[in-house]
């Protein structure tokens, strides 16, 4: 079954190549140009995913998000934006959105960022214990805990596969603080907060034989893990 797009974009011209080339690859897409016949459109056209443009006429995508939020909480959203300012990612991020993609984008990173956020179950967020990742030049083995490459192969502790393993398995969305520790240590106390800063640090120091492979801070919200 397609996955159904909203997708609101003022500008025409970029509006009109976005949409032919979502339908193209499979997707049902609702495209509108303006923020006043957005809230209409959702409950109408009841998408899986909305993708927004921040600078719209009317209501602007921060203040769509927050009235989609109100009707569902649970339904992932994109912000397409030319907005380069930090506050304004992380306004996004705050509001609920799952990615933030800026201006000018490619098709194809568009696809990959919509793709990655239906890969992640809904429920069982992990693959089997004894399943063997490839993280870029790294064997990633969760089972023994165990990190290598070439000929080196490095010990983990528990507490570090399992962050590994979450990141790894974030498909380059971001993942916010309270998310890794409440999956990590359960609550998302001080003192977890600075627990976290401390295993972020080892595993940069732990993944840094590869260079394609980042931990990137989002400051004020969370990590995003990036492979390439």
Not at 14 to 37: A, P
Not at 137 to 154: A, G, H, M, R, V
Not at 159 to 176: A, G, K, M, W
Not at 197 to 209: A, C, E, H, S
Request: proline share 4%.
């Amino acid at each position: 079954m397609a996955i159904k797009i909203l997708y609101v974009e003022d500008e025409i011209f970029l509006g009109k190549i976005v949409f032919e080339t979502l339908i193209s690859r499979g997707f049902h897409v609702q495209m509108e140009t303006d923020g006043n016949l957005v809230l209409n459109a959702f409950e109408k056209f009841a998408p899986d995913i909305c993708v927004l443009d921040i600078m719209l006429p009317n209501k602007n995508g921060f203040e769509l998000a927050t009235e989609i939020r109100k009707k569902n909480q649970k339904i992932p959203i994109v912000f397409l934006t030319a907005k380069t300012q930090t506050d304004d990612v992380v306004k996004g991020f705050k509001l609920g959105a799952n990615d933030y993609i800026r201006k000018p984008f490619s098709m194809e990173e568009l696809i990959v960022r919509i793709e990655s956020i239906f890969k992640l179950p809904a429920v069982d967020f992990f693959p089997r214990k004894d399943a063997i990742l490839n993280i870029g030049k790294f064997i990633f083995d969760p089972n023994n805990q165990l990190l290598t490459i070439s000929n080196e192969t490095l010990k983990l502790s528990f507490r570090e596969t399992e962050l590994l393993q979450y990141l790894f398995l974030s498909n380059h969305s971001i993942i916010q603080r309270k998310d890794l520790m409440n999956h990590i240590w359960g609550n998302d106390s001080f003192f977890n907060s600075r627990n976290l800063d401390v295993y972020i640090t080892k595993l940069r120091g732990y993944l840094k034989n590869d260079p394609s492979i980042q931990i990137i801070t989002i400051k004020g919200v969370g990590y995003r893990f990036v492979i390439g």
